[in-house]
């Protein structure tokens, strides 16, 4: 069965950071692009991060560009999210997602067929 | 960035009715629109990719159409389990992707 699994999430202050783990099975890995989409409560769906399947082409929302951190590591079919310098509008739910492709922002087909339950994340002092 | 607008934000209709949610793009997206379809304390699930060819597994009774700005998911007769939110999401971008605002759509 495909699975992704996130962890990681809960209260932090702002300004703090937080790392948030997506742990894949029951797929390659490594032959698929992965992203973070998260959703603050009550609001929709904002594409936060993505990652090609080789780490070669990393994309970011504005809203957290120099502030997060994508990476991924094949070996242990894991995608990560680093946060620094949380804020308040951070607070959300954060889903990983897989890509039907291998790479992502190539102005071509690219969509995500597999969702996670998400990872809540609460910035507040 | 490339920005989505669905209509209506929020739709009441009732089961075996037709519905027609629009998606408009700030500039010409080709094909490269998705839809998903997300229920209360669920993650989003895909209907819908390149504007028109349906995901396996999802019910013939939705469909999706447009190129270029303008596009469209209809559901062909409302079933108890569609009442759910709704969200395109664009994948033209080389910069970042974009999802809808989210429609609504409610049981009347």
């Known amino acids: 069965e495909v699975q992704l699994v996130e962890s990681g999430g809960g209260l932090v202050q702002p300004g703090r950071s937080l790392r948030l783990s997506c742990a894949a099975s029951g797929f390659t890995f490594d032959d698929y692009a992965m992203h973070w989409v998260r959703q603050a409560p009550g609001k929709g769906l904002e594409w936060v991060s993505g990652?090609?399947?080789?780490?070669?082409?990393?994309g970011y929302a504005d809203s957290v560009k120099g502030r997060f951190t994508i990476s991924r590591d094949n070996a242990k079919n894991s995608l990560y999210l680093q946060m620094n310098s949380l804020r308040a509008e951070d607070t959300a739910l954060y889903y990983c997602a897989k890509d039907i492709s291998m790479d992502i922002l190539t102005g071509y087909y690219s969509y995500m067929d597999v969702w996670g339950k998400g990872t809540t994340v609460t910035v507040s002092s | 960035d490339i920005q989505m607008t669905q209509s209506p934000s929020s739709l009441s209709a009732s089961v075996g009715d037709r519905v027609t949610i629009t998606c408009r793009a700030s500039q010409s997206i080709s094909s490269y629109l998705n839809w998903y379809q997300q229920k209360p304390g669920k993650a989003p699930k895909l209907l819908i990719y390149a504007a028109s060819s349906l995901q396996s597994g999802v019910p013939s009774r939705f469909s999706g159409s447009g190129s270029g700005t303008d596009f469209t998911l209809t559901i062909s007769s409302l079933q108890p389990e569609d009442f759910a939110t709704y969200y395109c999401?664009?994948?033209?971008?080389?910069?970042?992707?974009?999802f809808g605002q989210g429609t609504k759509l409610e049981i009347k």
């Open positions: 990652i090609s399947w080789n780490s070669g082409s990393i």
């Open positions: 999401q664009q994948s033209y971008s080389t910069h970042m992707y974009t």
